[in-house]
C-alpha cells in the first residue's frame, strides 16, 4: 500500500512539476535506480563465486569433515587387553615375543628388526601373527572391540597389502564360523576393501599411492556387526551386518613384492 502511494505522488509531481525541475528529478531518480542495481549484481556475482569456489573444492578432493560426519570420530575400546610396541625387552632377529605365528617359510621368518633406532615387526611373506592373550584361546575378542596399529607402505607399488582376519589362523580355525572367514579386510596404503563390497568409496581420494615410504596408523572399531576402518584419523570404510562371531586376530602381508613390511603399536582394546 506505502509502495502504491508513493507512486502515485511520483507521478502527481512530474505531471504538476516544471520540465526542468521534472528532468532533474528523473536523473537523481536514474542514478539511484543504477546505483541499486550495482549493488544487486556485485552480490549476485559474489554468490557465484562463493559457488564456484564451493564447486571447485569438492571436485578437488575428498571433503574429510562431511564423510567424518556421518560416522563419527575414532574412539578407542575403554579396556586394553593386549598392547604390543616393541622395546629394549624385544631382541632383534628374534620371533616377537607377544605373538603367535601361522604358516612358518624356512626362507624368510617375521622377526623384530630395528629402524631407525626403533624395534618394529617385519612381517614375512605368507605368515600371520595372531597376539598372544593369557587365558584367551577360544574366544578373546568381544562382540565390541577397537584395534590399532602402524603399518609401513613403501615405494609406490600395487602389491602393497595387508591381510586383516578377525580369528587365529593358528588355533581357532577348526571352529571359526565361515561368515567370519569371510570378513577379511585387505589393507593398503590408500583404502580398504572386503569380500562382499566394493570396498573403500571415498577413501583413495584422499590416500593416494605414495612414491616415498610412508607410516598409516589404522584403528578398526568393530561394534554391533558394524566394522569401521580409520586410517590416519579419518574414517575411510564401512562394512554393516558383518556376521559370524569374531573371536581373534590375525595380520600377515601380501606374498607378492620384494619390499619389507613392517608394524608397531599394536593395542586391542573392548568396550567390556
Not at 562382540?143 to 589362523?169: G, H
Request: aromatic share 12%; charged share 30%.
Amino acid at each position: 500500500m506505502k509502495k502504491k502511494l508513493i507512486s502515485v505522488l511520483v507521478l502527481l509531481f512530474l505531471v504538476s512539476a516544471p520540465a526542468a525541475v521534472q528532468a532533474q528529478f528523473l536523473k537523481k531518480l536514474k542514478n539511484k535506480v543504477e546505483k541499486k542495481l550495482d549493488e544487486v549484481l556485485d552480490t549476485d556475482d559474489q554468490d557465484k563465486v562463493n559457488d564456484d569456489e564451493a564447486d571447485d573444492s569438492s571436485d578437488s578432493g575428498y571433503d574429510a569433515s562431511e564423510y567424518e560426519a556421518d560416522y563419527g570420530e575414532f574412539v578407542a575400546g575403554k579396556t586394553v587387553v593386549f598392547k604390543d610396541m616393541p622395546g629394549n625387552d624385544e631382541i632383534k632377529g628374534q620371533f616377537p615375543s607377544k605373538w603367535r605365528l601361522f604358516y612358518s617359510r624356512k626362507s624368510d621368518n617375521t622377526e623384530i628388526v630395528e629402524v631407525n633406532g626403533e624395534k618394529m615387526i617385519r612381517l614375512a611373506k605368507k605368515q600371520g601373527i595372531s597376539p598372544l592373550i593369557p587365558g584367551k584361546e577360544k574366544d578373546y575378542i568381544p562382540d565390541s572391540f577397537t584395534l590399532e596399529f602402524d603399518a609401513s607402505f613403501s615405494t609406490n607399488a600395487p602389491d602393497q597389502r595387508y591381510y586383516l582376519n578377525f580369528y587365529d589362523l593358528e588355533n581357532q580355525n577348526d571352529f571359526v564360523e565361515y561368515d567370519v572367514r569371510d570378513s577379511e579386510l585387505t589393507l593398503t596404503t590408500f583404502g580398504v576393501t572386503d569380500n562382499r563390497t566394493e570396498g573403500t568409496m571415498k577413501g583413495h581420494k584422499i590416500f593416494q599411492e605414495s612414491s616415498t615410504p610412508v607410516w598409516r596408523h589404522i584403528a578398526v572399531t568393530y561394534s554391533n556387526q558394524n566394522i569401521e576402518v580409520y586410517y590416519d584419523g579419518v574414517h575411510i570404510f564401512h562394512l554393516g551386518e558383518a556376521k559370524g562371531n569374531f573371536i581373534g586376530i590375525n595380520i600377515s602381508r601380501s606374498e607378492f613384492g620384494t619390499d619389507d613390511r613392517y608394524i608397531k603399536n599394536v593395542i586391542i582394546a573392548t568396550n567390556q
